[in-house]
């Protein structure tokens, strides 16, 4: 009997255990009042939105119209002994709708009922007004971010935002030009509003490209489906300003770009900017072949280096990297196969033969002109543009093999360079300048940055030919500059303290010191050679009062480099070769050692007397013609002339090759 006990115990325990969430449930709801049931269910439907409100005001006004119907149907309070069902229903609604119709209506239970009704609809035409007007706000809001989809196809995107962007609008607008209904879509972590008031502001003209902004975050998969790469034509991913390590956030970008899981198969045109080289293994890794890096310091400073050496240079490479004029086209060319190199660039009127890129990846500019050309390369040509790359036969009669000089053996010497001013590719050009240098060269930098001196005494340079000094100094002063001895340089380059000023007090820290060196330079009565870096494109005609030999702007390179890279997916390795020590490089030599001066001479001879050296000829720079004549402000540079064109030269003009050495 116990037992039976203790079991109905259990069972009843296990009841009610069992039956307890019902009992919690029941109680909770039974807490709650009509009220605040009903007060729940209408916050849930408000949760839709304004559609959700638009419901609630239709109800409001539907039961209106149907109460007074009903009252008007049953009572016949209306003229002529009342109205139908229907027609009460109607003449409701237009009282809803029109505050003065109540004002034809006779008798007061008939006007009092009528003054509800429109009393009602005043009250619900004017919540819905509020609703539609903050509808069309929200939409106008969320038009004015930016981030509704971009339905374009074969369109270029810029993904980041910096002060290059800019100029590569520009270039990719001069490129656009001989396309159809061209777009650029730029995404970044910007106001839309103010990414189009920047380049409205300081792109003077689209001519008939179209700039379509979007703001989102080009490191995440839902934002970058905004831009619509699966149909892009190329895109350019700029290093971000305002980052502290914008290298992380490009290669978060590309990889998001060639990992994305709805990403097309056809290879994406991508081309990248880094600061630090040392990121580019990892950036290679996680782009593969569908992206070309732009290292924005190793550009500079190479192109730095190289034109501190040969005044002029910096202009034979923007008129290669822009599409204003002469570019770089990589093509393959069926009638060049079994011809030597040194025969087919002679085959070229109106363009120019400088490189080959094989089959198997590799890029060589100039090489050994008894190379034979085989299947499968592509031939790396400066054209004015595709169509004018024609192959010609040359005109022997205007190849004057009489005026062709003999080359002389050339003893190089140390050198003594000067650099004024600090930034973080002072070390990189430091240490791409050793590499060129003969033993016994000297380079000393002076500067006033914070840990300028352990900075310099701690910089590795690429060889030994080169000995280092430091000299703490203030930059922005006459004495401090003349203190310097700079008369006793070889050459002297200009820095921007880019590091530690903006871009703009930066340029004016590097224009005082170019003036107080024209000045020092006057008043010695000699010629001091300076190559300066200037950072913004728009200080250069600034620059230009203090005579330097050449000016080598910063971002406007880098801007062209990454343009000219989503146009040409061999580029960068084209120029990899071009601004390494080892191969040929582009380099001025006195046309004088190639040619007679004693009488005019063409194009194809100074070809064939370069070609004689082993050397490509891509063209001259003319004394005459760095004032009148050169309305494109290229210091008289012309690259890739017509070599049927016959011209005198004199001593101090310089013809541009791609040599060895």
Request: aromatic share 6%.
């Amino acid at each position: 009997m116990g037992s039976l006990t203790r079991a109905n115990a259990a069972r009843t325990a296990k009841g009610a255990g069992a039956a307890k969430p019902n009992t919690i449930k029941d109680r909770q709801l039974g807490d709650a009042s009509l009220g605040e049931r009903l007060k729940y269910g209408f916050d849930k439907s408000m949760s839709g939105g304004a559609m959700a409100l638009v419901g609630w005001l239709g109800l409001v006004t539907l039961i209106t119209i149907l109460f007074a119907a009903t009252v008007l149907t049953l009572t016949r309070w209306g003229p002529d002994g009342g109205w139908s069902f229907i027609e009460a229903l109607w003449q409701s609604l237009m009282r809803t709708t029109d505050a003065g119709t109540v004002a034809g209506d006779a008798g007061w239970a008939f006007r009092g009922l009528n003054l509800f009704v429109t009393a009602m609809g005043i009250l619900v035409f004017s919540a819905l007004i509020s609703v539609i007007s903050a509808g069309l706000d929200s939409k106008i809001e969320e038009a004015r971010k930016g981030r509704s989809r971009v339905l374009e196809t074969d369109h270029t995107i810029i993904l980041n935002w910096s002060a290059s962007v800019f100029d590569i609008i520009s270039e990719l607008v001069i490129a656009n030009e001989s396309r159809k209904n061209p777009r650029i879509v730029i995404m970044a972590n910007k106001d839309k509003v103010e990414m189009e008031d920047e380049i409205a502001d300081k792109v003077a003209d689209l001519k008939n490209t179209q700039i379509i902004c979007r703001s989102g975050d080009p490191t995440d998969l839902f934002d970058l489906a905004i831009v619509n790469p699966q149909a892009c034509r190329s895109i350019i991913v700029v290093s971000p300003e305002g980052t502290e390590d914008p290298d992380s956030q490009v290669i978060k970008t590309v990889l998001a770009l060639t990992n994305d899981p709805k990403r097309r198969e056809e290879r994406y045109l991508i081309a990248a900017e880094l600061r630090d080289s040392e990121n580019a293994e990892v950036a290679r890794i996680v782009g593969g072949d569908e992206v070309q890096l732009v290292l924005a310091d190793d550009l500079i400073s190479r192109i730095v280096v190289q034109s501190s050496r040969q005044a002029g240079l910096s202009a034979v490479y923007s008129e290669l990297l822009d599409f204003d004029g002469c570019e770089i086209y990589t093509t393959e060319l069926q009638e060049l196969v079994g011809k030597t190199y040194g025969d087919a660039i002679m085959g070229y009127r109106d363009s120019a033969l400088i490189g080959l890129r094989y089959p198997d990846g590799r890029t060589r500019m100039n090489p050994p002109m008894d190379e034979v050309i085989g299947e499968g390369c592509r031939a790396i040509i400066i054209a004015e543009d595709d169509a004018s790359i024609r192959l010609t036969t040359p005109d022997e009669a205007l190849i004057d093999s009489s005026a062709i000089r003999a080359p002389k053996a050339v003893r190089r010497k140390a050198e003594r360079t000067l650099i004024i001013g600090w930034n973080r590719r002072g070390a990189m050009i430091a240490h791409e300048l050793s590499k060129y240098v003969r033993p016994g060269s000297l380079l000393t930098i002076a500067g006033d940055t914070p840990g300028f001196a352990e900075e310099i005494a701690s910089m590795p340079l690429g060889s030994r030919n080169m000995k280092l000094e430091a000299k703490v100094t203030d930059t922005g002063h006459a004495a401090s500059i003349e203190a310097l001895d700079p008369a006793s340089y070889d050459s002297i380059m200009v820095l921007g303290y880019s590091d530690t000023m903006e871009a703009q007090s930066a340029d004016t820290r590097t224009l005082i010191t170019l003036l107080h060196l024209r000045k020092l330079s006057e008043r010695l009565g000699i010629h001091i050679s300076v190559v300066s870096e200037m950072i913004d494109i728009r200080n250069r005609e600034l620059a230009e009062v203090t005579r330097a030999d050449d000016f080598v702007v910063s971002n406007k390179l880098v801007s062209l480099m990454l343009a000219q890279a989503s146009e040409n997916e061999y580029l960068s390795d084209i120029f990899g070769d071009l601004l390494d020590e080892d191969g040929s490089e582009i380099y001025m030599r006195p046309i004088g050692d190639y040619v007679d001066l004693s009488g005019p001479v063409s194009g194809y001879t100074l070809m064939e007397a370069a070609r004689r050296r082993g050397e490509t000829a891509i063209g001259y720079r003319r004394k005459r013609d760095e004032d009148g004549a050169d309305d494109r402000n290229m210091g008289g540079v012309v690259v890739n002339p017509d070599k049927s064109e016959v011209l005198e030269f004199l001593p101090e003009d310089r013809l541009i090759v791609l040599a060895e050495g």
